[in-house]
């Protein structure tokens, strides 16, 4: 017998070698929320997701500065921006100043016969330069003449400047004031910073954020100006910071009360150690599993992956209260274990069907909670019976007040409940649609950074786009060709007043084909010069002042179209990059739409604009679309699961009136744990499903041990078994429910709820000592 | 340098009255004759217009006997009307444009703060004939303007004269036509 004992401790060991190797040596621990969130279903979910959650948008800082005259926060703004130029973690620090850098200047200069829209047969004819240098002639008559002679000679047709406005043109931008953003009041200036590192690094972000914070501090030199920042990066950050805090603080509590109540109820340390040995064992396993699997962990997973294993503590539980007076552990195991095994297999399928979803985070959560209680049930059933436990231990407490929980409510009580729980079920049930698909509400993220987020937006002119269109193409060159192709129906449209403008890559820079057709209508040298010298005639302009438009024009013919990717390092690089993308192989296209104000004519529009692949998207349909899709999925996935609980408990119990009896309470307890968060004017979403299917678990266990046909003094260590485990949960759960982070607030407040009515519940079915009849 | 000190003592003051003198006139108008003495040019440019101030932050433009261009600007506003297209620019986001705007601006309100906000100003002359030497604070203004002169009698400007960078130059000869003050 002791050989069988240590080949247990052998096995054992072995395995957590194993587990500890993984876990200490190649576990990493992701935070960004796009590892958490689906991955999507078809092509066009993936790349709204990625398109959410990386390029760009992801890495950008909104900022303003407060609290002091325009003129002070002007020179504030100039120099904090400078200070952040400085350092190398920043792409771009827009402020105002100088929109357009020194390089992408001279890029447009030098290409500008290529990207002007305006180059074509006619643009170098006698009347259009004779035109031209009219108009140049005015200038030199303007008051502001002094300013803008400078490039007459190389430009006289204004091709530059044409180009420049063009572009200023695309998006309004703020206001103004002392040469810097301001917000309309001029009680903000205003900042745009866009980091080098990826919106999804959030170490890399969170020292871009201290980066920005020193150098304002310095900036201020003691002003009482304050700094508020908004964007993607922040948002992650205090997701992860508060998701962090909150679940220290969280298990702290919960650990302490649970060593202090079990401390309490079994009076042992030893015992203490052995309530808390299936959970450790279950949680360094479930680890191991998911980074095994998926290559990392989530924080998230670990979050609440632990906080959904919290049932691993009731396995241990159940063995400890069930122990005879003068024998061990083993025995009192085997007696439980017919029904513990039926608890943890049900609960696993629950599991099981959260980990086969395509929402990365459930998946999981799923794989986490699975692997957990398994591992957590083996130790139950294999390593506590090994470990010798000492005989005689003092009664637990409880089990003498337990006595009073052991007796049956009246029929008409029974009847009367089951009565109301139905009718509260039905009266949820008439509320019609309650899911909730706003995935803004899984964010941990407080109501009010996001309006400050929506303020600052709107300042900047800014406004997060709803409207967007998407096309895909085999390379840049030939979705630059799609979008100009595009640009008459979308102008048309803007005639129409069908939505106030757009913007389009193609705006920016036309396709390499394009480049080359203007390049082909640019006149020969001398034919130019012959003109320009007609158009010359009368007019009082120099002789041989225009050798370098001459010159430029010759150099123009010989250029290499100017690409994206040469743009990229500059300042319309940040404004390139949110409107085309690398996704796989292929090279996408996004059109931002600006106050669309007929979407279903645009729709029709753009169908018969006949482009291959264009999609007109709704992003907050879609999004909305996407949660549907894996909700409705999770559901899928939860109905088959519930099927295969029916039937594994039909076939394990071999008694179908036991059955119903265990099943009917559950269903009427996750009923109501599902009607708690919609009577508090709530609406369901993910999390609540999650819980859920906790709830169904650890009812099950309830139920299950509730309805075991026993007597006596076997019935009052089951019933202890029960009150510990339920008080245990619930206190955990209350706390959860009392978070401020809303996904936790709800995952407490339905697994509560949930807990205590499949505990009355199951009580008021159970059947007593020989007592006949299903109600 | 004693003798500097001196005159720009006595320049301080009599500043300061022309500034005063300029900051009652509430409207004026004036008609003006410009020649432009532009390298790009066989010959200098010359052209009439009219150039209109309403107190405090209101200028106007208007080029040529049949409106060959109309510049006007309202506070931080530059609207612009020529080859047939209006264009509005906010001269917050040119510093160098406000600075430049300022030169006439602030001369015509008398805002001797302001005036020396943007430049380094000499002053010469009596309140009966005086002489302004503006040299401009703003680093990209500096990079096309070399000094605007203006000179006056008492509340009137009487001719504008801008020295750019590059040797061009052009002087402004201004006729007061209409005249208003602030009430009181």
């Avoid at chain 1, 003129?71 to 703004?77: F, G, I, K, T």
């Avoid at chain 1, 010359?536 to 250029?559: D, N």
């Avoid at chain 2, 986001?93 to 005036?115: C, D, K, Q, V, Y």
Wanted: hydrophobic share 45%; glycine share 6%.
């Amino acid at each position: 017998m002791p050989d069988k004992r240590y080949l247990v401790f052998l096995a054992w060991g072995l395995f957590f070698i194993l587990v500890f190797y993984q876990v200490f040596a190649r576990t990493s621990i992701r935070s960004d929320m796009s590892a958490f969130l689906p991955a999507g279903v078809n092509k066009e979910q993936r790349l709204l997701l990625q398109g959410l959650h990386q390029g760009p948008a992801s890495r950008i800082w909104l900022m303003a500065l407060e609290g002091e005259t325009p003129e002070v926060l002007a020179a504030v703004s100039k120099d904090f921006a400078f200070r952040l130029r400085e350092s190398d973690q920043f792409l771009q620090v827009l402020n105002g100043e100088e929109l357009l850098d020194q390089a992408t200047r001279d890029q447009l200069f030098e290409w500008r016969y290529l990207l002007s829209p305006r180059v074509d047969e006619a643009y170098f004819s006698v009347q259009s330069l004779k035109k031209a240098l009219q108009d140049r002639l005015d200038d030199l008559g303007s008051p502001l003449s002094s300013f803008e002679k400078e490039l007459i000679p190389s430009d006289p047709t204004a091709a530059f400047i044409d180009l420049i406005l063009a572009l200023g043109s695309l998006d309004r931008g703020p206001e103004y004031f002392n040469g810097v953003w301001f917000s309309e009041d001029r009680k903000q200036a205003l900042l745009l910073v866009d980091t080098r590192a990826e919106g999804m690094d959030l170490d890399a972000q969170q020292r871009a954020y201290d980066t920005i914070l020193r150098q304002f501090n310095k900036a201020r030199e003691g002003a009482a100006i304050r700094l508020v920042a908004s964007g993607a990066p922040l948002f992650a950050l205090e997701s992860r910071s508060k998701i962090r805090q909150e679940s220290q603080r969280l298990s702290l509590m919960a650990t302490l009360f649970m060593l202090l109540f079990m401390g309490w109820v079994y009076r042992s340390p030893r015992r203490l150690l052995l309530t808390a040995l299936p959970l450790a064992g279950g949680i360094l396993a479930a680890i191991a599993c998911v980074s095994f699997l998926f290559d990392s962990v989530h924080g998230i997973t670990l979050a609440f992956g632990i906080t959904l294993m919290g049932v691993a503590v009731d396995y241990p539980v159940h063995v400890l209260s069930h122990v005879h007076r003068g024998e061990g552990l083993r025995q009192a195991v085997d007696r439980i274990w017919p029904t513990l095994r039926l608890g943890v297999l049900t609960t696993l399928m629950g599991y099981a069907a959260m980990s086969m979803t395509k929402f990365t985070g459930l998946a999981q959560l799923g794989v986490f909670s699975m692997a957990g209680l398994l591992v957590a049930a083996l130790i139950t059933r294999t390593l506590l019976p090994a470990i010798r436990d000492t005989r005689d231990q003092p009664q637990p407490y409880l089990m003498s007040v337990i006595g009073y929980l052991d007796v049956r409510p009246p029929l008409l009580v029974r009847l009367s409940l089951l009565l109301v729980v139905i009718a509260v079920l039905a009266f949820v049930a008439r509320q019609g649609d309650s899911w909730s698909d706003d995935i803004a509400e899984l964010s941990p993220l407080a109501p009010e950074l996001r309006d400050q987020d929506r303020q600052l937006r709107a300042q900047m002119q800014a406004p997060e786009p709803r409207y967007l269109l998407m096309l895909s193409a085999e390379s840049t060159n030939e979705l630059l060709l799609d979008l100009e192709a595009l640009e008459s129906t979308l102008d048309r449209a803007v005639g129409m007043g069908y939505l106030s403008g757009y913007q389009s890559a193609a705006k920016i820079i036309p396709s390499v084909t394009t480049q080359r057709q203007r390049q082909a209508m640019l006149p020969e040298a001398e034919v130019l010069s012959q003109r320009l010298d007609e158009a010359l005639l009368e007019l009082p302009f120099r002789h041989a002042l225009f050798e370098p438009f001459l010159a430029a024009v010759e150099q123009a013919k010989t250029l290499d179209p100017l690409e994206l990717k040469d743009l990229e390092q500059g300042s319309l690089g940040i404004r390139l990059a949110g409107l085309v993308r690398p996704i796989d192989d292929h090279v996408v296209g996004v059109v931002q739409l600006s106050q669309v104000e007929d979407p279903s004519q645009m729709e029709k529009m753009l169908s018969e604009a006949d482009i291959q692949g264009l999609m007109f998207i709704d992003l907050k349909r879609a999004t909305n679309q996407i949660v549907d899709t894996f909700r409705l999925e999770a559901i899928d996935r939860i109905l088959w699961a519930s099927v295969l609980i029916v039937l594994i408990l039909m076939f394990g119990l071999r008694d179908p009136v036991r059955g119903l009896r265990v099943l009917l309470p559950i269903i009427l307890a996750v009923g109501l744990a599902a009607s708690v968060p919609i009577l508090t004017g709530h609406r369901l979403n993910l999390f609540h499903l999650v819980s859920l299917l906790l709830v169904a678990g650890i009812g099950l266990d309830y139920a299950l041990f509730f309805s075991r046909p026993d007597n006596g003094k076997e019935r009052l260590r089951t019933l202890h078994a029960l009150v510990v485990c339920s008080t245990s949960t619930l206190v955990v759960f209350a706390m959860l429910a009392a978070s401020s982070i809303p996904v936790l607030q709800a995952i407490g407040m339905t697994v509560t709820s949930g807990v205590l009515s499949a505990f009355i519940l199951s009580w008021i079915f159970a059947r007593r000592n020989n007592q006949a009849g299903f109600l | 340098m004693l003798a500097i000190t001196m005159h720009a003592s006595t320049a301080g003051s009599g500043l300061g009255d022309v500034m005063k003198a300029l900051s009652a006139i509430r409207f004026s108008e004036s008609k003006y004759t410009e020649e432009k003495h532009y390298e790009m040019m066989d010959f200098p440019m010359i052209q009439q217009g009219v150039l209109r101030y309403e107190s405090p932050e209101s200028l106007a433009w208007e080029r040529g006997d049949n409106g060959q261009g109309h510049y006007e600007i309202h506070e931080n506003q530059l609207i612009t009307r020529r080859h047939d297209k209006v264009e509005t620019i906010s001269l917050e986001s040119m510093p160098a444009l406000r600075a430049f705007i300022e030169s006439f601006r602030a001369t015509l309100a008398g805002n001797e703060r302001r005036l020396r906000q943007y430049y380094v100003v000499s002053f010469s002359g009596v309140v009966e004939s005086w002489k302004l030497q503006l040299q401009p604070r703003d680093r990209t203004m500096r990079r096309f303007i070399d000094q605007i002169i203006i000179q006056g009698e008492k509340d009137q400007l009487r001719l504008i004269e801008i020295h750019e960078i590059n040797g061009d130059w052009s002087r402004m000869k201004l006729e007061p036509v209409r005249q208003e003050y602030h009430a009181g």
